[in-house]
Nanobody, 124 residues
Framework: QVQLVQSGGGLVQAGDSLRLSCAAS????????MGWFRQAPGKEREFVAA????????NYADSVKGRSTISRDNAKNTVYLQMNSLEPEDTAVYYC?????????????????WGQGTQVTVSS
């Protein structure tokens, strides 16, 4: 079993950058593919980015492609989401997820474990 603890987030201005972190407990972190999802008020949770367990494969939502980078450090049991050129439309609660699938999964129902969520607010 994996427990995920998120950090980062907060209030930023449009155009700023932000990095979210998700630290996992357990020794088998390197065998979990990881992803980031977000949920804006009144909307369903949506996929943002994912990375395979080896880090060799990544996927991004079109809305963040080119502005965001997902990465992982298996030695630190941590996955990151670097977001640049933030827009007010990026305002949401961000969740990291872990899955035993060995690819960069993009669907919410493919994930078994979730972090507690962290608020990102981008002001215009």
């Amino acid at each position: 079993q994996v427990q995920l603890v998120q950090s980062g987030g907060g209030l930023v201005q449009a155009g700023d950058s932000l990095r979210l972190s998700c630290a996992a407990s357990g020794r088998t972190f390197s065998r979990y593919s990881m992803g980031w999802f977000r949920q804006a008020p009144g909307k369903e949770r949506e996929f943002v980015a994912a990375i395979s367990w080896s880090g060799s494969s990544t996927n991004y939502a079109d809305s963040v492609k080119g502005r965001s980078t997902i990465s992982r450090d298996n030695a630190k049991n941590t996955v990151y989401l670097q977001m640049n050129s933030l827009e007010p439309e990026d305002t949401a609660v961000y969740y990291c997820g872990g899955t035993t699938w060995d690819y960069a999964a993009t669907r919410e129902n493919e994930y078994d474990y979730w972090g507690q969520g962290t608020q990102v607010t981008v002001s215009s």
